[in-house]
């Protein structure tokens, strides 16, 4: 089948032009079934090169106006569909991207699929966070989502953000698997110092003031260390939250570090930590599954989904919570050794081809 994918970014741009590398393994694995063609409504890198796929973007940037970002992105793909018709416009992201694939799936009288990824049906007004935060933002989402042929979510806990219009007969829940070879799975007793790991941007959303107070606690009973991995959005809040606690000897930032390498710092962790406000999923939760590193954060995204099954969570900002499930988590071998089997388990039956199958099996159920 011929497949456009609108992207809002996140392809063929962003830091050393990795973009958000599961979304590109995604893309570059259908592409081995389908023809696809990839829309980015911000402009690309000059050197990438993208694999198995043709990729278009606009001359505009992230913080340029939408509706230059929607005009241009249109125009790219209607002239790419007159020249050979697309049968799927899929939209990652509900807006624009999802807007956009529903508006050219009825002109064109063809299918279309809205794949939420994050924060698109949210509005978290105390950091300012979510894309329904205003009247406009969830008419817009709401319509579009009433217009999708099909939408995909990527955990339950995002199924229930759904607004009414969404008809969840017509909603599948799609998680993201991890490529398993690239993960090595280690079954370690936990030792001192105890090694814990958080990756992911600092920014608002992932709330690290939540997981370096419950850090702080932790690391009075216990010897520990944290690693941080992710590029810094916050202007350094965090590494002055450490300061303030008597942390910087325990607490090691290392800043933006490529995908090749996390499998490299999973290996050297017991614990990952993840403290966020919001997630749709997090992919990095799945990554610790596949290398056998506990995992314990908030009740969000795919976290809410296996909650005492594969990993321990508490609710949003609750790092006293957060400190004692982990202290309680250290003292149990017993309950160590059964969230690392089914975390293991359920990233083993949950592979990124296994992803790629499902959305196999939706295209072929659009066909027209």
């Not at 008597?246 to 490529?258: A, C, D, E, H, I």
């Not at 309680?328 to 059964?338: F, W, Y």
């Amino acid at each position: 089948m011929r497949i456009a994918i609108i992207v809002p970014g996140g392809v063929g741009s962003g830091l050393h032009g990795q973009g958000i590398p599961i979304l590109v393994d995604w893309i570059e694995r259908v592409a081995h079934y389908h023809d696809v063609s990839v829309f980015s409504l911000v402009q690309l890198n000059l050197d990438y090169q993208p694999s198995d796929y043709q990729l278009y973007g606009t001359n505009l940037q992230y913080y340029d106006s939408v509706f230059k970002k929607l005009t241009q992105t249109y125009q790219l793909i209607a002239k790419a569909h007159q020249k050979k018709s697309f049968d799927i416009f899929q939209g990652i992201w509900p807006f624009p991207s999802g807007f956009l694939a529903t508006r050219l799936a009825k002109r064109y009288k063809k299918k279309s699929i809205i794949s939420l990824q994050g924060g698109g049906l949210v509005s978290l007004k105390k950091i300012g966070y979510g894309g329904n935060r205003t009247f406009l933002h969830r008419t817009i989402n709401n319509w579009s989502i009433a217009a999708a042929d099909k939408i995909t979510v990527i955990s339950n806990f995002q199924k229930k953000l759904l607004p009414k219009t969404a008809h969840l007969d017509k909603t599948l829940c799609i998680p993201y698997g991890v490529d398993m070879d690239r993960f090595t799975f280690q079954k370690k007793a936990i030792q001192n110092p105890i090694k814990f790991i958080h990756i992911a941007n600092l920014n608002n959303v992932k709330n690290q003031e939540t997981l370096v107070r419950a850090f702080h606690i932790i690391q009075q009973k216990v010897e520990a260390q944290l690693t941080i991995v992710g590029p810094d959005y916050y202007e350094g809040r965090i590494q002055k939250l450490c300061s303030d606690l008597n942390l910087n000897t325990t607490v090691k930032f290392m800043g933006f570090q490529s995908y090749e390498k996390i499998p490299y710092f999973l290996n050297q962790s017991d614990i990952l930590l993840h403290s966020s406000y919001h997630e749709g999923m997090p992919l990095t939760a799945v990554e610790a599954f596949a290398s056998g590193v506990l995992v314990c954060g908030t009740h969000v995204g795919i976290l809410h989904d296996l909650a005492k099954q594969c990993c321990l969570t508490v609710p949003i900002e609750d790092f006293k919570g957060l400190a004692n499930k982990v202290l309680t988590l250290i003292d149990d071998k017993s309950l160590q050794a059964t969230l690392q089997t089914n975390a293991y388990n359920w990233a083993k039956n949950h592979t990124l081809d296994w992803t790629v199958q499902q959305f196999n099996q939706l295209y072929s159920s659009l066909k027209i």
